[in-house]
């Protein structure tokens, strides 16, 4: 199987069980990740070894993002990428796509949540992160007022003391 054949192959299985552009996006992630590895000196057939049956990748795509599963079988992803089948001992390590050549979990849930936010949301988060910050500041300078205040006094009597004698 060369790079295509891998690409067309994951493209047909997750056709109709995924979004159209969560198929592009797992397609395009692929194929720039199989360029990249080979731009680093692996060989394609290397390449497409370590990542194992397209089916498979697929497969592990529709289940953690909520597609059908018309294969039958329990599906199970594990944090650490790991997919097995219920009905076999298939096991795939899928690349993590950040960019540093290490494998991993199919991105971070947390980042998809935070992806989803309404823009309200962040409206509302910024406005407390304005107000803690501004409260931190009030608390301090609270806690300095009683020491900062007599000095200044001291500091402007001097001054204007000074100033009359001058």
């Known amino acids: 199987m060369n790079k295509q054949d891998f690409i ?16 592009m996006d797992n397609v395009n992630y692929y194929e720039d ?10 060989t394609e057939e290397e390449v497409l070894e370590s990542l194992g049956d ?16 018309r294969s039958g079988y329990r599906n199970t992803v594990y944090g650490n990428g790991e997919y097995r089948e219920a009905a076999g001992s298939t096991v795939h390590h899928s690349y993590n796509g950040d960019g540093n050549g290490e494998y ?3 991105g971070s849930k947390m980042a998809d949540v935070l992806a989803k936010l309404p823009g309200w949301v962040w409206i509302i988060l910024g406005i407390l992160v304005v107000v803690l910050v501004i409260s931190a500041v009030f608390s301090v300078l609270s806690f300095l007022a009683p020491v900062l ?7 402007f009597l001097v001054k204007l003391f ?5």
């Open 104 to 106: 991993g979990t199919h």
């Open 54 to 69: 397209p089916r498979l990748i697929a497969r592990t795509i529709i289940q953690t993002n909520g597609g059908d599963n």
């Open 162 to 166: 000074r100033d009359w004698l001058n």
């Open 8 to 23: 067309d192959r994951l493209r047909m299985a997750l056709n109709g069980r995924v979004s159209p552009g969560l198929v």
């Open 33 to 42: 990740y199989i360029n990249t590895e080979i731009r680093k000196g692996r």
């Open 149 to 155: 205040i007599p000095i200044l006094v001291v500091l």
